[in-house]
């Protein structure tokens, strides 16, 4: 309520006085300033560095939660993905915390699964020999056609084997197995289905490079010595054709190359050729034919 306070001069009512009930309550300002301290508290660079420091000593990976972390698939990395979207801000008490939870989840997790940290995996990688070459004569539309094309004829017999598609890149992609002998399966059933595909009377092949290794897992991407020795692999098929490591050819049954039809021959590294980097100097690189190539009259078109 207001009073009116009177002049003392002239007798008039002067200007309205305020009361107490113009104030902000009291209550209110004590919450106001316990949520300016905890917003302050909780983005407080020393404390959101000591909570990462401490992140460093608990078990799992201490990047866990980062687009980069090397922590598997699972339940807790599904959350943390919900909590870096919910949470926002970076640099935060409460998101360092969380992400430590979640951390310590996720490793216990994997403990009691007792799955290694780099399990091993067959890579495949693959591209088009000669694409290059030859969209430059068709043009971008027919390219595109092309690809279209190879990844509709491709792509099922790998996924249907229950292999991952980690990328694709331009005109090949790199595909992960958990199993050598069914990636090679599938790889042949893909050499089988791009048999069918046709544009501007061009058919293409395709060469493939196999290596099975424990390649460092980054979110939905892997990256590693395995990697690389993968991709050269496929590089070594020059005209075509599948190319394996030893180190995956080791576990291929020979009952399972006789049951495929399949052949394994060691290849011949070319007199001229400069040194292979980023692969181990006794690396041993084998090719693969089926029965079919081997009998057909131009077999020869794919040997190095």
Known sequence: ME???????????????????????????SAHGASQWLHNRNHSPGAVAFIRRARRLLPGDPEFGDPLSTAGDGGPRAAARAADRLLGDRDAVSREVSLGLLQVWQALTESV???????????????????SSWSLQAGDEAALTLLRQVARAVEPPLLDAGGHIVKRMGDGLMAVFGDPTVALRAVLAAKDALKSVEVAG???????????????????????????????VMERATKGGVMVSGSTLDLIAQSELDAMGVVAKRARKPVFAGKTTGVPADLAIYRLRTHRELTAPDHTSETN
Do not use: C, K
């Open 113 to 131: 699964a007792r799955r290694p940290a780099n399990p091993e995996v067959t890579l495949v990688f693959t591209d088009l020999v000669g694409f």
């Open 3 to 29: 009073l009116a306070r009177r002049d003392p001069d002239s007798g008039e009512p002067g200007q309205p006085t305020a009361t107490s009930s113009d104030s902000p309550p009291r209550s209110a300002v």
């Open 202 to 232: 061009y058919t293409p092949r395709m060469r493939v490079g196999i290596h099975t290794g424990r390649p460092q897992r980054l979110a939905a991407d892997w990256l590693g010595v395995d990697v690389n020795i993968a991709a050269r």
